[in-house]
């Protein structure tokens, strides 16, 4: 079945980086993304990666992808008090929907 | 702000009572998505619509739940007899033919006494 899993908590000091993991089951999965959602807003799309690269770098976010193992991870470099949030990966299963995982607090210590 | 709004953005309601959220996509986007988020849990899908016709239904839409999309353009979402169970956010997205992804509402948080 379609399942996207990923722990649920993460504390790192600021100024280091800070590494998001995440597994996927659905190989034909064209995209994987990764969203940040912050106490009572919305769902705002960080980068994404498609399934025939390896690796995305955008500014201090760094996406790798291993498509043989399934796996997605997500480096935020120089982590910041402001990159506190929960982090949700999602694989696009079909035309028809995202398949997301219940997604990692970032929680950071000065 | 993506281009996705969402009205109510908050709705109380007494168990029982029906409710009906509205969603306007990007106006060039012809496919439509609902989604349901719980506490603590990402967003699951709810249902999807290409133009006006409503492709697939998640399980998670028990009959008490009904979605439109009369003329491709905004999509309601309604709730009969709503229960305590129903309390979420509920999310409409909208994607483009080449859009390589979904660009989110801001939701509407319902509570259910």
């Known amino acids: 079945g379609e399942d996207v899993e990923q722990s649920l908590f993460l504390s790192v000091r600021e100024g280091d980086s800070s590494v998001i993991n995440c597994t996927y089951t659905d190989s034909s999965s064209t995209y994987l993304y990764w969203y940040k959602q912050e106490p009572g807003a919305g769902l705002q799309l960080l980068t994404y990666?498609?399934?025939?690269?390896d690796m995305k770098q955008d500014q201090r976010l760094t996406v790798l992808l291993n498509k043989k193992d399934k796996h997605l991870s997500l480096r935020i470099a120089d982590t910041q008090t402001g990159d506190s949030a929960i982090y949700l990966c999602?694989?696009?299963?079909?035309?028809?929907?995202?398949?997301f995982g219940s997604g990692t607090r970032l929680s950071i210590r000065p | 702000d993506t281009g996705v709004s969402q009205d109510p953005r908050h709705k109380i309601t007494k168990r029982g009572q029906n409710v009906t959220f509205r969603c306007d996509p990007i106006s060039e986007h012809n496919r439509l998505y609902w989604y349901r988020q719980t506490l603590g849990q990402g967003p699951e899908f709810l249902t999807y619509?290409?133009?006006?016709?409503?492709?697939?239904k998640s399980r998670l839409l028990s009959d008490r739940f009904s979605a439109e999309r009369p003329k491709g353009s905004f999509s309601t979402l309604e709730i009969q007899r709503t229960e305590q169970g129903d309390s979420a956010m509920y999310l409409c997205?909208?994607?483009?033919?080449?859009?390589?992804?979904?660009?989110f509402g801001p939701g509407t948080r319902l509570t259910v006494l």
């Open positions: 997205a909208s994607r483009g033919a080449i859009s390589e992804t979904q660009y």
């Open positions: 999602a694989e696009d299963s079909s035309a028809s929907k995202i398949i």
């Open positions: 619509f290409q133009n006006e016709a409503q492709l697939e």
């Open positions: 990666i498609f399934s025939n690269m």
